[in-house]
């Protein structure tokens, strides 16, 4: 069990986090959502930048990646909460 010490930690650092998002995307005018500016690999220094084909495309499949696996849990979910909600095996 984790002590209330140890909650309190976590959600200070969660609220942390949470407050600098903010800032970056809310007080700092960024127009493209969740651009907090960290970007290791360099893609937005390419040629282009974030209006690049190339990273238009990227963009794109991650946004599909991310709903085809919100469909895959909600199916998930679904299948597991309601035996026989969808037309699979189910032990």
Do not use: C
């Not at 290791?40 to 085809?68: A, H, Q, Y």
């Amino acid at each position: 069990m984790v002590p209330v010490a140890g909650w309190v930690q976590i959600l200070f650092a969660a609220a942390l986090f949470e407050f600098a998002g903010y800032k970056r995307q809310w007080t700092d005018n960024n127009p493209i959502p969740g651009n907090y500016g960290y970007d290791p690999l360099g893609f937005t220094k390419r040629e282009g930048r974030w209006d690049s084909k190339e990273l238009t495309k990227l963009r794109m499949m991650e946004i599909k990646n991310g709903r085809v696996a919100m469909m895959a849990m909600a199916g998930w979910l679904s299948n597991e909460s309601i035996p026989g909600a969808l037309p699979v095996w189910h032990p």
